[in-house]
């Protein structure tokens, strides 16, 4: 009866340990998720009035811009607050899955005119820094490189070059 019980127990035990170890493997394979940039507060946004609301008043309520633009134009200039959500799935670098922009457009007195919502749908990919120079001409390699020059060498005997050499006796 008491070999019964302990081959009860750990039966009990393999399954609970198994579970665990299960549980733990998938938890580890769901994507770590991370809010970049400014956090949109709907109530914040509900206070700016077109026509009404100033710099001064959006910056009290949203805080400070993640960038600002003093383009010219239909409207004078605005302010940008981005917000991006990352996912990052075990080794793989982490990609973007969403982006919101708020942007709020400011006439020359600094009263706001519009606010505009964009998404990672109206985003357009720059790349600012590459990691190649285009140039003109043939891609060789090294080993082309070095049976290319294999003929170009002038010989000792050739007829070409017979003119005086400076620095050379009798040149």
Do not use: W
Request: net charge positive.
């Amino acid at each position: 009866m008491t070999s019964q019980r302990l081959r009860r127990h750990a039966g009990i035990l393999v399954a609970v340990a198994s579970l665990s170890v299960a549980g733990l493997a998938l938890a580890g394979c769901s994507p770590v998720v991370e809010q970049r940039g400014y956090v949109l507060n709907e109530k914040d946004l509900k206070r700016i009035k077109p026509g009404q609301t100033t710099k001064e008043e959006v910056r009290e309520y949203m805080g400070s811009p993640s960038t600002e633009s003093p383009l010219g134009g239909p409207h004078h200039d605005a302010y940008y607050y981005i917000s991006s959500t990352f996912e990052t799935d075990t080794f793989y670098p982490p990609e973007e899955v969403d982006r919101t922009v708020v942007a709020v457009y400011f006439d020359k007195q600094g009263v706001a005119q519009q606010v505009a919502y964009y998404g990672l749908q109206d985003g357009q990919i720059v790349d600012f820094q590459t990691r190649t120079t285009p140039s003109r001409g043939k891609e060789l390699t090294v080993l082309g490189q070095l049976f290319s020059n294999l003929g170009r060498f002038n010989k000792a005997n050739d007829k070409r070059n017979t003119g005086p050499v400076p620095g050379r006796p009798g040149g």
